[in-house]
């Protein structure tokens, strides 16, 4: 199997545009996660679905975040407009039920 | 919420010797722990994983042990290699399908 793909690897953009992120889950992955990666917080959960359903958004910071998952192998982060403070590595992991995650290898933004 | 709490943040040993990384947990509900390694520009990756029936794993030079009384989980590292050098994160999680990471602990083996 390919693994959890994350595109793009990097990304560097100006404040205020817009900021899409995407990932492909492992094939009959039941579960998808982002989370987001900076030295300050660690590593923490943004938002995951099941099934294609988003289940727990309470790590989304603000609506500024939004992520879907129109069928069961892509989904995206979507930040608009960007700021500076979201900068970090973003990861993207798939996971079968009760089973252990899979992540990707990233995607490092820069926020100028 | 879960709470996982990860000590130490950082440790440095000879190669050769052993290494420790403990974790903690709240939430009585958690019943899988696993253990995930992260090296330098790659996302996290599992080492290995206990569940809430079994008390120690083990799998070559790693070990992990549980003491759901206590709420407390452990990984080991024996015989430790320059390789091992990265960072080490523990997480607990439910049969509702989400982990709770710890802060990480890097782990620096020296020649």
């Known amino acids: 199997d390919a693994g959890v793909i994350q595109s793009p690897r990097h990304e560097v953009t100006e404040m205020g545009q817009e900021v899409t992120l995407r990932c492909k889950p492992i094939s009959g992955h039941d579960y998808l996660f982002w989370y987001r990666q900076t030295m300050m917080r660690g590593l923490e959960l943004l938002i995951y679905?099941?099934?294609?359903?988003?289940?727990?958004d309470s790590g989304m910071p603000e609506d500024r975040f939004s992520a879907k998952m129109p069928n069961a192998s892509f989904s995206t982060l979507k930040i608009q407009p960007s700021e500076p403070r979201d900068s970090a590595v973003y990861f993207c992991?798939?996971?079968?039920?009760?089973?252990?995650?899979?992540f990707g290898d990233g995607t490092r933004l820069s926020i100028l | 919420g879960e709470n996982v709490e990860q000590h130490p943040s950082t440790l440095s040993v000879q190669e050769g010797d052993s290494a420790v990384i403990k974790c903690t947990y709240s939430d009585s509900a958690s019943n899988y722990f696993p253990w995930y390694k992260q090296e330098l520009g790659k996302g996290p990756q599992l080492i290995i994983d206990?569940?809430?029936?079994?008390g120690e794993k083990k799998d070559q030079r790693i070990a992990v042990t549980l003491n759901k009384t206590a709420k407390h989980f452990s990984l080991h590292i024996t015989e430790t290699q320059p390789e091992d050098s990265a960072v080490y994160f523990c997480a607990a999680g439910t049969n509702a399908g989400k982990s709770t990471f710890g802060d990480g602990t890097t782990l620096t083996v020296k020649p």
């Open positions: 679905f099941n099934n294609n359903v988003p289940i727990d």
């Open positions: 206990i569940r809430s029936n079994v």
């Open positions: 992991a798939s996971s079968e039920i009760n089973q252990p995650q899979h």
